[in-house]
């Protein structure tokens, strides 16, 4: 399970609004107790695929674009890093948007997943934030739809 605010799901929910008809990302912040994982902090990113991005993934993935790809740069993921260790806090999870899509993972969201995070996927149509699921991968790298209890602002 993963515990999020409303407030936290405007942020993607505008994140990926502003992005469209490209794919938004970001980085998930919180921490993880027994009753799963609690968001503290989502920071939206720039997507920064491109053909660069692409080559660093196996097969031809350089005719893809903004529009069915994210990438976070690394100089991003290891400043997140920094700062959510300085908080006391953990990268918990990714989000990022589906336009004109479901909200459900695609292989390649699979394929570069990571263990142990959760990924929130909105749908975005038309240029409005719409469906919001969260994913997790199970001991088989198989994405598992993950359930999100909505939380009072932090």
Known sequence: MIRISQEHLQTIHTHAESTYPDECCGIIL???????KTVVEV??????WDTEAAAEFPGDRTTESKKRQY????QVMLQAQREARDRSLNIIGIFHSHPDHPAIPSECDRL?????????????????????GSWSLDHHHQFQAEAIEIIPNL
Do not use: C, D, F, R
Not at 30 to 36: D, I, L
Not at 71 to 74: E, L, R
Not at 114 to 121: A, L
């Open 71 to 74: 990438a976070i740069a690394p």
């Open 43 to 48: 920071m939206p990113t720039e997507n920064v």
């Open 112 to 132: 570069y997943a990571w263990q142990g995070y959760s990924y929130i996927i909105v749908t975005v149509q038309n240029g409005k934030a719409g469906e919001l």
């Open 30 to 36: 919180g921490y993880m107790a027994s009753e799963g």
